[in-house]
């Protein structure tokens, strides 16, 4: 039996955990070069598909990054570790000098202004506030007589956002929480069992020590658990909580893999795995690990190559398979290895390689086993070279119902996404990206002409539909507490229709002039797409992946633009000069 609490608290605390689903809406990326005014910035956008537009913005990101976003998905924060930033682009208020000492002086009054290190930091909201943002970040110590570095306290900073205009103010900054030598794993963070609360995981080096650090509106706990086998190296890796909560992993190539069930009321850490990678990554000093959003493979990345675990199997060491290893590309030469990954809100995994670079990988259908889970080197490629990937916890997660820390009367309400991709000519795979423990899911493809199989029970179906054109698919997922339902378009057609109708593979973009959607039409290939919109002064305005065949242009201003789409590869496959006049 749930704990009975105040009518005024559960009604806005329930508000806050039933809108809190777009925390991670936002990702940017990129540095500032020389002594330049501002940085470029690579922002994506996570919302029905995935939008990637370039800005510039004051706050340079190396690898120390870290933001978050309001309830809605409007981006709120940022942080290089040096100071913090608003999604507007002001520095809030007594922010900077985070991180005192050695690094910060040397580092952060340089033009770049970016501390160098990866998972350092994570944001959190308060579990009692909507104003309230929480900062912890690990400082590196160094001297350079004699030459050491190594990662000496975990920081907590406070920010509160109602002040300074709403454009938020530092109420303290820099106060240790755990002062010791903690491993470059770095941290991160899972919600407690109540639903509400957050705790925060970080590692001591050369141990098998762990720290857990619980959020509660009454302040910060900390707890100490030495489990598991003992670290010997420093590489640098990630820490990443299971999608569910109830795992937590570890890797970085020199201390191989790490894994444990943990309890998300008490913050007990127990039964570990540890699995030895014999290879030659060893002296690799960076590496990374994402999860499936449905829990069922685990996706360590080396340098030269990423590797996929299958964590339903009773065997988890044996289901080892090699999903790629480094291609060398003449186009992405500092690109090539394969480095730290991040699991976007859409299901698929990013990867960032280790150096500065201009491309990133990507791991398409991560629930699948194999080379089925469609890695691919160089999918994104972008216009400069960026540093540093987001890592977030799971936002969308709820209490554990029925167990003993089920008290606040939270549900799990669910919440459905979803994502497609297309397998030539009628065919879509279709893939729940739902949260808040659904257990039924009812597609309707939108497409009578199919008969029977306009409707499906599974979780991850596939539909072919019975012609060209466009279909509204909705997902409803279901769980005792009730349902949710998701619907958006999605556009197919033929190789040979399209030829037919506009010739040997000729692409017809439409309407020219255009009020603010473009489509095209034609294209022999029914995968997604990159459509790059460039003004008439050849600037890039907004880039764009998309398997819709169409792009919206309403928020550029009226004009000429150009057109272009890139195929996977990075092929041009199609270009067209387009007039935008939305009047």
Known sequence: MKKTVSLYFLIALISQISYSQKEDKVWVLGY?????????????????????????KPISLKESNAMICDSTGKLLLLSNSCYIETGDGVMVENSNGLNPGWVYDNLCSWPSLSYPHDNNMILLQAPDSQAIYHLFHTRTYATIQPLVGFRDVLFHTKID????????????????????????????AVRHANGRDWWVATAKTHSNKYYLLLLTPDG?????????????????????????GRKMARFNSRDDLRVFDFDRCT???????????????????????????????????????????????????????????????????????????????????YCRPVSG?????????????????????????????????PHFPNFRLGPIDGSPCDTLGIDNHPLAGWRY??????????????????????????????????????????????????YEVCLTVSNQYGSDTKCKMVYVETVGSAQQAVGDNEVVFSPNPTG?????????????????????????RLERETAEGRVDLGDLSDGVYFVALMDDTGRRVAAKAVVLAKK
């Open 32 to 56: 500032r070069y020389s002594d330049q005014p501002v940085s470029n910035g690579i922002y994506f956008y996570f919302d029905d598909s995935l939008t990637i537009e370039y800005k510039t």
């Open 161 to 188: 956002m109602l002040l300074n205009s709403g454009n938020g103010k530092v109420v303290f900054k820099n106060k240790p929480l755990v002062q010791d030598t903690l491993h470059p794993d770095g941290l991160h």
């Open 220 to 244: 910060i706990t900390i707890k100490e658990q030495n489990v598991g086998e003992t670290t010997s190296e420093e590489g640098g890796g990630e820490i990443v909580f299971s999608p569910d």
């Open 267 to 349: 913050g007990e850490l127990s039964n570990p795995i540890y699995i030895p990678i014999q290879d030659d990554a060893d002296n690799d000093v960076s590496s990374g690990l994402a999860w499936s959003a449905d829990g069922h493979y685990l996706y360590a990345a080396e340098i030269e190559r990423i590797l996929q675990f299958d964590m339903w199997a009773s065997d988890i060491p044996a289901s080892k398979i090699i999903i790629a290893e480094r291609e060398p590309s003449s186009e992405c030469q500092s690109g090539s290895s394969i480095g730290y990954l991040e699991l976007g809100p859409d299901g698929r995994i």
């Open 357 to 389: 670079q201009s491309c990133m990988h990507r791991v398409g259908r991560p629930e699948r086993q194999g080379a089925d889970c469609e890695f691919v080197h160089y999918y994104y490629r972008f216009d400069f070279a960026y540093k540093g990937l």
């Open 421 to 470: 991709d297309k397998t030539g000519g009628l065919g879509v795979d279709f893939t729940s990206v739902s949260w808040y423990e659904p257990n039924q899911w009812q597609w309707d493809f939108g497409d009578p002409g199919s008969g029977a199989g306009n409707n499906s029970a599974e979780k991850h179906p596939s539909h072919t539909f019975s012609a060209p054109g466009g």
């Open 516 to 540: 603010g959607e473009l489509r095209w039409s034609g294209l022999p290939s029914g995968g997604p797409v990159t459509a790059r919109v460039y003004d008439a002064l050849g600037r890039l």
